[in-house]
């Protein structure tokens, strides 16, 4: 049978470590209040939709969807890559994606094409929208 002073010792550690860890786990969530980078947020991310943008000739250009396009989304304070996805059958695409800043760019190696990333911000339970126009490629000159 223990001693009664190691019993008395054992009661206080048990009291002590009864308020030290809500408190703890309470600082542990003030410091982590935000998600970890690339986690979705109540719904927030991105969508949006790629597309080609016709030649000048025409009176009133329309752009035309672009169907299995590979979309390259990078978080920009990171460096880092995020996800890549493809387009669907309508150009378009959507992504879930924690609150930042992102580099949105269509990948069209084969047609030469040229485009211009987006840069999106997302916020906390919104959806932002994207369009990406890709600029059919240049004329090769004739020899």
């Not at 150009?91 to 999106?120: N, V």
């Not at 959806?127 to 004329?139: G, N, R, S, Y």
Request: hydrophobic share 40%.
């Amino acid at each position: 049978m223990p001693a009664a002073g190691a019993v008395g010792r054992s009661r206080r550690r048990l009291r002590r470590l009864v308020w030290v860890a809500p408190a703890v786990c309470l600082l542990t969530l003030a410091a982590c209040g935000e998600p970890r980078s690339n986690e979705p947020v109540d719904g927030s991310g991105v969508s949006g939709h790629v597309v080609m943008k016709d030649g000048a000739a025409s009176p009133s250009p329309q752009p035309s969807p672009l169907p299995s396009v590979r979309v390259v989304i990078t978080d920009m304070e990171a460096n880092e890559l995020v996800i890549q996805i493809r387009t669907d059958e309508q150009g378009r695409f959507s992504a879930d994606l924690a609150p930042g800043r992102y580099t949105i760019r269509a990948d069209i190696p084969a047609r030469k094409a040229q485009t211009t990333p987006a840069i999106a911000t997302v916020k906390r339970g919104k959806v932002t929208k994207v369009t990406l126009v890709v600029e059919p490629p240049a004329a090769w000159p004739s020899p």
